[in-house]
């Protein structure tokens, strides 16, 4: 089943870490979010592969936005 | 009556897995069971016993029985258990696996199941209650878990209040049990459960051990606390850069001795921007708060601050002083936030501590602004001690955003390539006049600017030289 990775709050994508088809373990982080002046990392739960990112650097995303899916 | 305490290696074959002798010999001491009745038709089973030499009291729905359904029978037995370990003053432990009311008993069962909750709310806040969910804990069996202080979940538990064949009836979602009410829905989700265990006898060494740190609290030892580590190493060099703050905790806490002494995250999946638990700092037990910039940048919202809220109220209540950790942004902006109730939430946060009575030491590891900055256990709320390590920052908001406001029109006047030179100068000045750790000094606030290798040291002498207390409340479920 496909993992949807959403944003945690209100934020700008300060970086994408990954890329489609990468393959990623519980902990690794996925993008970087700069809100509230902090950079806080996206971090994922589950091992996976990067099936598709979906949003860009610059993005301002808000809380619950699909950012990325993996499978 | 002669103890019917069996060891459950005796007679493992023979039994089933969710009876309840066997279940509560799981948990207590080898041959400490002494009943408290007689065993019976009732579906629930009582005892008295030792879980690391204290005296704890249990009770277990007898799943084999009806599924555990609770009747009259049963719910009297559990109102006796917690009545007695409220005059024993000591702690009691639920073992649940029951489908709810006993349908067959009518509204005799609600009524039993009523009593059982009256109990439990008798006895908030005077003896820890511990609920341990084994199976099935469905309708009324959903809130006796729910009202006590703790609630530990096996991977077989399911709590709802309404099972998935109501829930397809009346709203057509799909769901199984497990999805409505397992670790992952409590977990996560809903915040219903307190510790998620990998299995049923992890559930029962958690239980245990959590038993451990309210019944032998201990006394602290200042000299087990002397050890230096340069916890500032475990921050970023960067201090816009987020890091998880449970290393920092685990740091600070007592981890040289046996599990006994490990960390036990509350909800740790729940409200993650907020790290509540308990562990033991120089063998004395004490909860801890922390804002995790992992999680939301550490800003409070109004799960983490009802989280928060909550735990305060539960350690306050037993006598267990408090370390607060803060390095806190903010409280998060947004619509969501404020129609969800962050000022109701939030209020509740800050009412807790403003109340408790038990020592509570702050330390500001990087920063504390705004709002979240008294939610936090500032002075003004009555910490006993406010720490802060050296570059701490303490003011209404970051330094470069206050002047940003406070000389709008200045840097709205400046040339384009002079304006960010402007607002760096500017917040300079702000930061010596307004904000820094110096300026919170100078005004009381902060007690002490603190080496980082002498934390540990300095919360344990700071907790242990405050007067003990015992908040006189109960534990609402807030």
Redesign the interface.
């Known amino acids: 089943m496909a993992e949807e990775i959403r944003a945690?709050?209100?934020a700008n994508v300060m970086s994408v870490v990954v890329q489609d088809g990468d393959t990623v373990h519980d902990g690794d982080s996925l993008f970087v979010l700069e809100?509230?002046?902090?950079?806080?990392?996206v971090?994922t739960e589950v091992n996976g592969k990067v099936d598709r990112i979906v949003v860009n650097e610059g993005d301002v995303v808000q809380?619950g936005d699909l950012l990325a899916l993996l499978e | 009556m002669t103890a019917l305490a069996t060891r459950p290696d005796s007679q493992q074959t023979e039994q089933d897995p969710r009876d309840p002798e066997l279940r509560l010999a799981q948990l207590f001491d080898p041959d400490s069971m002494t009943p408290l009745h007689p065993r019976d038709a009732s579906g629930v089973y009582a005892v008295q016993g030792r879980i690391d030499g204290a005296t704890v009291i249990a009770y277990c729905t007898d799943g084999t029985k009806m599924g555990g359904a609770m009747g009259t029978e049963g719910c009297r037995h559990i109102v006796e258990a917690i009545d007695t370990a409220v005059r024993r003053r000591c702690p009691v432990i639920g073992l649940w696996h029951s489908g709810g009311a006993r349908l067959a008993e009518g509204v005799e069962a609600l009524d039993a199941v009523g009593q059982v909750f009256a109990a439990m709310i008798r006895a908030s806040g005077k003896v820890p209650q511990i609920s341990v969910v084994l199976g099935p804990a469905a309708g009324g069996a959903a809130y006796g878990p729910a009202l006590t202080d703790v609630v530990i979940m096996a991977p077989t538990g399911r709590v709802f209040v309404t099972g998935p064949d109501v829930v397809r009836s009346v709203t057509g979602e799909e769901i199984d049990q497990d999805g409505l009410g397992g670790a992952e829905a409590h977990g996560k989700k809903s915040g219903v459960v307190h510790v998620v265990a990998a299995d049923e006898p992890d559930a029962y060494r958690r239980a245990r051990h959590l038993t451990g740190l309210f019944a032998r609290p201990g006394l602290f030892d200042l000299h087990s606390v002397q050890t230096e580590q340069d916890l500032r190493a475990l921050l970023p060099e960067t201090a816009r850069r987020a890091y998880d703050v449970k290393p920092v905790i685990r740091g600070i806490l007592d981890t040289d001795t046996d599990e006994a002494s490990d960390f036990q995250e509350f909800q740790a999946k729940w409200a993650p921007n907020v790290v509540t638990g308990l562990g033991r700092l120089g063998g004395r037990t004490v909860g801890v708060i922390a804002n995790n910039p992992l999680r939301k940048g550490g800003c409070l919202d109004s799960l983490s601050a009802e989280k928060a809220a909550r735990f305060v109220r539960m350690c306050d209540s037993f006598g267990i002083p408090l370390l607060v950790m803060v390095d806190v942004p903010g409280y998060l902006p947004g619509v969501g936030q404020e129609w969800g109730g962050v000022v109701r939430r939030g209020a509740k946060l800050l009412h807790a501590f403003g109340e408790a009575v038990v020592p509570r030491v702050t330390l500001v590891t990087r920063k504390s602004y705004g709002g979240a900055y008294i939610a936090m256990n500032a002075r003004s709320l009555g910490a006993t001690t406010v720490f802060a390590w050296p570059e701490a920052e303490v003011a209404v908001m970051g330094a470069k955003a206050a002047v940003g406001i406070l000389h709008r029109k200045a840097l709205a006047a400046a040339p384009d390539d002079e304006r960010e030179a402007l607002q760096d100068k500017l917040a300079e000045e702000h930061q010596r006049v307004a904000g820094g750790v110096d300026r919170a000094k100078s005004i009381g606030v902060v007690d002490e600017v603190i080496e980082p290798s002498q934390t540990r040291r300095r919360i344990a002498e700071a907790l242990a030289a405050a007067p003990a207390g015992c908040g006189a409340h109960g534990n609402i479920p807030l």
């Open positions: 945690e709050m209100v809100s509230m002046k902090m950079e806080i990392p971090l809380e």
